[in-house]
């Protein structure tokens, strides 16, 4: 009986451990399939969305230039007799800035004058002709004395006008005087010669302050606006760190075509049109000609979903990603790739602004090792 007893529970424990070996290997053998199937599946990469702003960033380095300069010549064309300032010099308002030789003219005016004193000296012979003529009986006598003293009068006249003409013209160009305050910018003018060809003084004016001018990636200055201050301008210095400064917009104008500055950088997707932003800058270091660096960061709502580029795609349905959705199951998790459309607000050259079926923090699919399409089973 006892023996029974204890060959019936032998028999139920190998009963058991068979059983039990059986599930294991079962359990094995579909865990073992379902890897082997996982890794037939195409691998992704994917990336979390977020909420937030996209920034728009542009840099850049220009030349500073006057706003306004002003180009001075002798309109005389006389010679110059001396230069009395050079490229760099800061000179007041109506300071000399060149001396002129009028020996031309001074011969001229001495002439001039010679001239007059023998028409004073003719004069008063006219004058005792027309008294002797007034003292006679003869009316066609008077008439011709009188006649021509007026006539010697007349003529005093306009060379007294002449010589006053010539004087006015040596005393407003036997000198160059600087119109404003400003900057001595460059100077034409050579000692001994009377003209070089370009102008004899070109001065800039120092309260009109100075400019530069950008070409930016359109969809970042269609977000600025005339008399909006940017800050982050820098200027080199020949010795030392950047001198901060900061400029005002003063002008935008839309053009077409890319810029020719290889040291403009700027986060824009691919930009084509380029937009002429004119700086204006007023500092007391400046003078022109100085470098300096420019950075512009721009923002749009804070309320849009950001998602990398990488995710975007475009088809004749429209623009989607693929978001990636977790299904649970007794064997693990499962993964989907799952179309979402949505509609771009904006981008930049790493991230797009979306909105429509996307939210924040979802995960979407941004690389795939193989092709995927709406529904596809994914591992990641």
Do not use: C
Request: charge should be negative; glycine fraction near 8%; proline fraction near 4%.
């Amino acid at each position: 009986m006892a023996l029974d007893v204890e060959i019936s529970q032998s028999r139920k424990r190998k009963v058991r451990l068979i059983a039990g070996l059986f599930i294991g290997l079962l359990l094995l053998f579909t865990f073992a399939g379902n890897t082997l199937q996982t890794l037939t599946l195409p691998k992704v990469m994917t990336a979390t969305t977020s909420k937030g702003s996209l920034v728009h960033t542009y840099e850049s380095r220009a030349v500073v230039t006057p706003s306004e300069v002003s180009e001075l010549t002798n309109p005389a064309g006389w010679k110059v007799a001396k230069v009395r300032v050079k490229k760099g010099d800061v000179v007041q308002q109506d300071q000399v800035l060149i001396e002129y030789d009028g020996k031309d003219i001074k011969q001229q005016l001495a002439d001039e004058q010679s001239a007059l004193k023998k028409l004073q000296l003719s004069m008063e012979q006219l004058k005792y002709n027309v008294i002797q003529a007034m003292q006679g009986e003869d009316e066609a006598a008077k008439i011709i004395a009188v006649a021509a003293l007026e006539s010697a009068k007349v003529d005093v006249s306009i060379q007294q006008q002449h010589i006053q003409n010539l004087n006015g013209n040596l005393t407003a160009n036997r000198q160059l005087k600087a119109p404003f305050r400003g900057i001595v910018t460059e100077v034409g003018a050579i000692e001994g010669y009377s003209s070089t060809g370009k102008p004899d003084i070109t001065i800039s004016n120092t309260a009109k302050g100075y400019k530069f001018t950008l070409s930016i990636p359109t969809p970042i200055a269609s977000m600025l606006i005339v008399g909006e201050t940017l800050k982050d301008v820098s200027l080199l210095a020949k010795e030392g760190d950047p001198i901060p400064l900061s400029g005002t917009i003063s002008k935008i104008d839309a053009s077409s075509g890319s810029s020719d500055n290889p040291l403009s950088t700027s986060d824009e997707k691919m930009p084509s049109l380029m937009d002429q932003v004119e700086i204006e800058l007023k500092d007391p270091v400046l003078q022109g000609g100085e470098q300096v660096d420019v950075k512009i960061t721009q923002s749009k709502s804070s309320d849009a979903i950001l998602v990398p580029n990488q995710a975007i795609h475009k088809d004749q349905g429209g623009t989607y990603v693929f978001a990636l959705r977790e299904t649970q199951g007794p064997l693990g998790n499962a993964y989907y790739a799952v179309r979402t459309d949505v509609q771009i607000t904006d981008e930049n050259d790493s991230t797009t602004a979306v909105s429509g079926g996307i939210f924040e923090e979802q995960e979407v699919i941004v690389d795939s090792n193989d092709l995927i399409t709406d529904g596809t089973r994914v591992h990641k």
